[in-house]
């Protein structure tokens, strides 16, 4: 999955257009009670997460807006939502203009508008609980040539008025075995406190959930997607570790694994644990994440005197580089997905043709596929299913209103990944249905290609990921043809779709190092007709026997193992190389996925091999 | 040529070393006097000139080393030379390590040294005429940690103990005719007064001489490889400008052709063209880069009280994208370079099997061959030609010491360029000597084919430059293979042969634009044994008929024009896409350049070209 992403919210009975008229009246309401000229609505919470709990979802509850990058600003007369690009057709489906102007124009923030309606001397009110120190920061910079004061403002206004909002989560912590790891928690910890000592500072107040379950190895169901406990920790130099999490949550196997180096602090305790952090730190300095903390964090901190250094996490780059046995079940994973894939793929050859599918069916047909291993703990991003005009759509997700039968010649676009107890998986594979015209065949196969360049090459160490991007470009520009988005991202083990590493984009200067699990997704979106986009998950590994004017050299194992299509591969525009790592892949896919089929599945997934061998 | 260079300073008599010895001393001597506890000796000059004029050569006067990228720091007992990463070797090998302490490790400054010797407490001299704003600012953030003050002293202290420093250039300024420029002067400064204006600035300081050219339409004498009137300009936001030059300098004509809006102020009354400056700006900002203006002159604006913004100069951009009439000049100057270079590679493939030749007599004979045409003014560059070894040293320049005789099997690197009225060249071919082995074909070949991905590159509109340096690598890398500085750079039109453009390196953000005149030149470096560069020149031009993702389309049109060798290209290891660009190539080789030939040389080159066609 190419990019950001959020939960279906179309499944839930339909809001009358009038209960969004009253919910904004009565958000003006309190506006006017607090002594405010207006309040921001984020699409945010109190742990800066990607997919939000539901009762979270406060700018979709106050405006319909359902997408992940966006934001309302309420004034007295007049109410923006703001969004990025990608959701430009999307949020002005979804929101009553009545009421609000819509903008996907996102510039850092709604400065741009309010200079337009030229508004001045306002005093705006937010949620300093869910909002980042540098959102904020970035926020006051926008308002303050207009004389607009940006005042936080405790207790949620949204929360005041959403009667029925539903409750945060709150699931049981489960270890996250060591086989599956690679390093212990306390190797971890003591690794990470090492490098806090090179850089100079006492502690790290970590609070991003993300980093949590990698520094503890532990796992949770917080969220729909990603196996998440909403907990956050402060990590000392010396390895030691204050958890900020509900005791109730961690059973006492789970204590005893992480053994008396982690003390474990309720969340109503922070404040006691911040002056805990201030008396053991001193005059020394604290490294917090400006886009991971709240601002009601930091004040918290401050108020403490404790000084902070702002800086990316620590965790990010120990734990983009997967340790070896991360690297193995990582392969299982990838392995159990692909099974199902495949079985569905095969399945779906065979029932397509009858015209009987839509969008929706094939979402629920390769779940229940997927469910069919133990391992499987349900889908890591919700799955992409778009047929034909649905598939060009970049932020397409199949809902009952925009769920289209595959019928016709067209291609479906099917992105999705699995969450297995060792492995996240992230695939994107273009069907044909019906007959593929000469253009589809074209489209296809140099997406392939651009796909190929990338997976084939190697490199020497220090490589920066806009080398890959580039390298991904250079057929489709050829052919005319390009992509709206990066070409890869990062993805845990266990953990998050999106996770950071080495991002591969046109500007990214980030080093891909050996370890790394990276998205390979080039594609080509044709709007109004379909859209194409081949995905497979890499490791960076090292290539012993090369080198590069004498540096190491580095190169990506494709870790997905399912075939492409051989029907919308046009073989004589490949090259040598190109069709030399694509007979190496289906080989290998063979080899590896075909002792675990039998009759049809197997003599399917054969044929479409051979087709590349 | 791919970065910086620098005079040959071989050919002066040979100082004796213990003429340093006495320098030095000379040196601390004065610094007692001036109550300094150090001293700093940069490679630098008032106008921060890349070529520096032989009387600013201070930095070798003191030390004996000739790179560009360096500086010395003299302590009471100890002594400093720093350079950049290429001069490594030349620097132990110039300077006398008795006295002076070596390194290449730039990293800023000498802040890491003063660290390892652990200097505290100290106050070190500096002239502020010849250093920058921004070099000041960062050395003074490594040396304040360690109490480390560093003092402007006016009146440089070598200049007071090189009797026989020769005097500074003073030659006499010529028009640059609009019929190779393009635009007019006034409308060059009506076009960067709006740009001026947009950025809410009410005048620029531009204290490049390089931008005084460009925006008055004059050039000089006064470097030796660029034609250059060393001088400066404040341009107000209503395109009128103060010209900081000896008024002896600028004939009558060119007052006229200037008009009355260009003023002209010798460079002793600075400080009064400053307080004008005040008079007309008042509270207003002006625009001045850092990298650009000496500390002396920033702190006498600052004196005057002007607000000074810091900034690119706003010349670069415009002038990087060259005109129509600067495109036609440009491809006229590189038809006559190509004439010159043609008759030259074919006298030599005649010449060298007799086994006479050394890379002295090439440069001579090279120059012989451009010297014909009448629009030639000199070299853009010391020409590099390394024979064998010498070719794989990257800054290598031939001198009576180091000059090779061309016996034995293998490659002569020659890379050179010409000023013309009209246009600056710089091309790099590589020429056998004897049999080449097979490796060598091998190198010289995956070199081509690396030229070629970025000469045959279209892009849309907004690519950066980026792209084309990872263009350029793929190929060498799949083949083990990759070179040590960037792809290319900006060139100007009779002007500076590395002028600010789109850099083309691994981390460059500079859109590539249409107009732009880049270097494209991979190349390949066997340490001890030989080195292989294949550059053309390239004007970035609209590709009207293409689309990509109907964004705007660019790409590059080759200008040099001189053929690659037939004899080390291994047409089967092209492809096929490969194979027609070169074809295309030598066919406007023989189409343009052929009909200035007769005879032999014609001949030569018909079956040269023959080869790729």
Known sequence: MWGMSTPNQDETPVTPASMYAQRLAGLRA?????????????????????YLPPGNERLAWLTGFTGSHGMALVLEKQALVLTGKIYGIQVKKQVDRKYYTTSDQWLGGPGPWLEKIDARNLVIGFDPQIQSILEIKNFRGQFEPRAIELRPVDGNLIDQLWSDRPPGPHTGVEPFLEAYAGRSSTD??????????????????????TDVAWLLNIRARDLAYTPLALSRVILFADGTV????????VSLEIRRALGNAVAITPPENIAESFMRLKAKVGKDKVL????????????LLEDRNI?????????????????????????????????????????????VPRGQLDELGVVDKLESFRKMDPAYRGPSFETVAGFGPNGAIMHYRPTNASNR????????????????????????????????????????????????????ATFPVGTMGAFFDALSRAPLWAAGMDYGHRLGHGVGCFGAVHEPSADLSPKSRDEVRAGMLLSNEPGFYLEDHYGIRLENLMLVVPEPDKRVDNREVLGFETVSLVPFDPGLTH??????EE?????AYHTQIINEIGPLLVGSERAWLETVCAYFI
């Not at 204050?242 to 949550?249: K, V």
């Not at 495949?342 to 065979?350: P, V, Y």
């Not at 073989?571 to 040598?576: D, K």
């Not at 069709?579 to 007979?583: F, H, I, P, T």
């Open 579 to 583: 069709r030399a790592w694509l007979s």
């Open 188 to 209: 971890k910890r003591i690794l990470i406190g090492e490098i806090l000592q090179k850089r100079g500072v006492a502690a790290a107040f970590l609070a991003d959930p």
């Open 571 to 576: 073989m004589t525009m490949l090259t040598h």
């Open 30 to 50: 309190l506006m006017k009670q607090n002594g405010l000229d207006g309040y921001l609505v984020p699409h945010s919470d109190e742990f800066m997460n990607e």
């Open 405 to 456: 039968p595959l019928r016709g010649d067209s291609l479906l676009l099917l992105d999705s990944g699995g969450q297995y107890v060792g492995g996240t998986t992230d695939i994107t594979r273009v069907l044909p249905v019906g007959e593929p015209t000469d253009a589809m065949i074209r489209h296809y196969t140099t997406v392939l290609k651009a796909h190929c360049a990338v997976a084939r």
């Open 307 to 351: 000084h902070l250094e702002l800086g990316q996490s620590p965790v990010i780059i120990p734990r983009a580089c997967k340790a070896d046995a991360e690297q193995k079940s990582i392969r299982d994973a990838h392995r159990k997905d692909a099974l199902a894939l495949i079985r569905f793929m095969a399945w779906f050859a065979d029932v």
């Open 242 to 249: 204050d958890w900020i999490i509900d005791p109730l949550r």
């Open 288 to 299: 917090v994440d400006e886009h991971k903390t709240t601002y009601s964090l930091a004040r």
